[in-house]
């Protein structure tokens, strides 16, 4: 509801030394997260989030089911958070120099020989890409940011962008003794950022034999079920870039206009539409619906290779990008 919302367009601001009390549904299963609207650039770095895990009615049978909150700050040599603020901070999102995992650096956990693992990814980054892998494993995506998925897949490497979730069912093949690295490769989102090589999210450390679980169910999610009318409406969005050659901090826009002049959008709740999103900017853009899901269409014409509900999703630089969705209730 908008009176528990979070953000400052629909919902008062809490103010310093006053408290609130949240109230909500939860109806839909997943993995979301929780986090200020207000100055979240130095709220959410300064560690102001939490993860909230809602439950299918049927579990999937694996012998761990474990949730990582991936963040990055920028600390100076002092280990305290730095206070500047660069022109390709303002470009890319604040990028940090240490990477973390539910709050610790370089962390180590302790996984079995021929475990069936569930990993829920949450990026809460201010503006890293987390492409992560998993030495000599492959991860088996079962669920994103609206729930389990239809028809899981594999992949050797996810992308992750800031804000979205991810759920993956990984086996540990190797044998005892061994440590297995959890990196995060470079992502160029654009402006040709120089690669740093892989960065060591956390260790994983194989100790004993699992037992043996359940098999797999045969289906996970359900299909999305988003009937879109031809007379549907379809908006437009444009989302542009002004980089600055004055020493000035360069200046994003939607649709002409700059923050906090944003462009209003008014819709009767239960109407269905699509909303096409321009990036015409010289870089990716995660782009957020905030208290509803959407299907992603196309990317530039080409149907989405995997599909489900999605509150999160990358914008491609110089790419469209369209998605279906329908209003709930305000």
């Known amino acids: ?5 979070g953000t400052p367009s629909v919902q008062a601001e809490i103010e310093p030394g006053e408290s609130f009390d949240y109230t909500f549904h939860a109806d839909d299963a997943g993995t979301f997260w929780y986090h200020p609207h207000v100055r979240s650039d130095e709220q959410v770095e300064r560690g102001l989030y939490g993860v909230v895990r809602v439950r299918e009615d049927a579990e999937t049978p694996v012998n761990a089911d474990r949730t990582f909150v991936l963040d990055d700050v920028k600390l100076e040599a002092s ?7 660069s022109p390709l901070d303002v470009m890319l999102g604040r990028q940090g120099n240490v990477i973390l995992a539910n709050g610790a650096r370089g962390g180590q956990l302790t996984v079995r020989k021929g475990a069936r693992e569930r990993w829920r990814f949450v990026n809460s980054a201010n503006g890293r890409y987390f492409n992560l892998r998993l030495q000599r494993h492959e ?24 804000g ?9 093949d190797e044998g005892e003794g061994t440590k297995l690295k959890l990196e995060t490769l470079h992502y160029d989102r654009g402006h040709n950022v120089p690669d740093p090589g892989p960065k060591l999210v956390f260790t994983a450390l194989v100790e004993g034999k699992a037992s043996r679980v359940e098999a797999l169910p045969d289906t996970f999610g359900e299909p999305i079920d988003l009937p879109v009318s031809e007379d549907a409406l379809e908006r437009s969005i444009e989302l542009a870039e002004e980089e600055r050659h004055d020493g000035e901090f360069p200046r994003f826009f939607i649709n002409g206009q700059a923050f906090p002049e944003v462009p209003t959008i008014e819709a009767q709740p239960g109407d269905t539409e699509i909303w096409r999103i321009d990036n015409v900017s010289e870089m990716d853009h995660p782009f957020h619906l905030h208290g509803m ?3 992603v269409l196309d990317v530039d014409g080409v149907p989405p290779e995997h599909e489900g509900w999605k509150d999160t999703v990358n914008i491609p630089k110089k790419q469209t990008l369209r998605f279906a969705v329908r209003y709930g209730e305000p």
């Open 164 to 172: 979205e979730r991810y759920e993956i069912l990984v086996t540990i």
């Open 293 to 295: 899901f959407f299907k």
């Open 1 to 5: 509801p908008n009176g528990s919302d």
């Open 79 to 85: 280990g305290e958070l730095s206070s500047e603020t």
């Open 139 to 162: 991860f088996q995506v079962i669920g994103w940011d609206g729930g389990l998925l239809a028809e899981p897949y594999t992949t050797e490497t996810l992308l992750i962008a800031p």
